[in-house]
């Protein structure tokens, strides 16, 4: 089983409606983060949270907003999609300093 | 802010030919860095980091201070080597890991 789950995998959408997406995680971490990837511009940090009571914007949070539901749960909404934020959403799980960072699989979200 | 560079967006080489994918950041501090690797269709894994001084897959990489560098290198590229190559950067404290653009790797037969 995978260390970092992503739902959905692909998702198609309009523009103006909330969509969720959903990471689990069973590495036990503390740490987990929300990053979008577009092509020529890498892995761009959206919201990341340090425990169940920590939420901290990224460089591109307008537009989006998470909830920590549970040390293994860390949810990515867009309340009102738009074109531009068709992307490939990654959320990852870490220790903290000095280990590895886990990645899920990737959401494919396409905003129509 | 800390910044996280990788010059290159592709690089094409030749099987058995020197690969060196150039990663320099800003931060003047004790830095961790790492490198990630994304195959196609598969999810970012770590390859390596500088604490570990460790060569996975044949690449190595070295982190020097002085040039805030922090190149992945590896003596003959294999076509498998093909990816894309993302650096990274956690500092001291409850800050994020920060990546850099990538570096998409093309190791041709």
């Known amino acids: 089983d995978a260390d970092v789950t992503q739902t959905p995998r692909n998702r198609i959408t309009k523009t103006g409606k909330r969509i969720m997406l959903e990471c689990s995680q069973t590495?036990?971490?503390?740490?987990m983060y929300w990053y979008r990837q577009d092509p020529g511009l890498g892995l761009r940090l959206i919201y990341y949270s340090f425990d169940v009571k920590d939420i901290n914007k990224g460089e591109i949070s307008d537009g989006y907003s998470v909830s920590r539901q549970a040390q293994a749960k860390f949810s990515l909404s867009l309340e009102s999609a738009i074109p531009n934020q068709t992307a490939l959403y990654f959320c990852?799980?870490?220790?903290?300093?000095?280990?590895?960072?886990?990645f899920g699989q990737g959401t494919r979200l396409t905003v129509v | 802010a800390q910044r996280v560079t990788q010059p290159e967006k592709l690089l094409s080489v030749f099987k058995g030919a020197p690969v060196e994918l150039k990663c320099n950041y800003s931060y003047s501090g004790s830095p961790e860095l790492f490198w990630y690797v994304q195959y196609s269709r598969q999810r970012l894994q770590l390859l390596l980091r500088?604490?570990s001084r460790e060569s996975i897959k044949g690449f190595t990489a070295d982190l020097n201070k002085g040039e805030t560098s922090f190149h992945l290198k590896k003596p003959f590229a294999q076509e498998e080597d093909s990816a894309m190559y993302y650096c990274?950067?956690?500092?001291?404290?409850?800050?994020?890991?920060?990546f850099g653009k990538g570096t998409r790797l093309s190791v041709i037969a």
């Open positions: 990852a799980t870490s220790g903290g300093r000095g280990t590895e960072a886990f």
């Open positions: 990274a950067l956690l500092l001291s404290g409850n800050t994020p890991l920060v």
């Open positions: 500088h604490i």
């Open positions: 590495k036990g971490h503390d740490r």
